[in-house]
């Protein structure tokens, strides 16, 4: 079984880690949708650098994350987006959705 998670950092900043797949995503959408309505800030970052390996799961969970922020009023980037997930992203032409810093 894979293990990943989600949890904050720095203020505002939720730090994803470990292999985002079909056995891990469900979960962390849970638990990153919960983090992001009860953070008090009015922006939000998406820390990937702990990200081993990711599917289309972990970029799906990216957008999810980025509606839950949006929805909540709350400015969203993106930080060290891993490169299968950019690959994958590049394919689904989604590229231009991620504000990294």
Do not use: W
Not at 30 to 59: H, N, P, T, Y
Not at 66 to 84: T, W
């Amino acid at each position: 079984m894979s293990e990943a998670a989600v949890r904050l950092g720095a203020p505002g900043e939720l730090q994803l880690t470990g292999v985002l797949d079909y056995s891990t995503g469900p979960a962390l959408r849970k638990q990153g949708a919960a983090l992001i309505s009860s953070s008090e800030l009015s922006s939000v970052v998406l820390d990937c650098s702990g990200v081993e390996k990711s599917s289309s799961v972990g970029l799906a969970l990216l957008l999810a994350f980025m509606r839950d922020a949006r929805d909540a009023g709350k400015s969203v980037s993106v930080r060290a987006m891993p490169e299968d997930m950019r690959k994958i992203a590049q394919v689904s032409e989604l590229t231009e959705l991620f504000n990294e810093h």
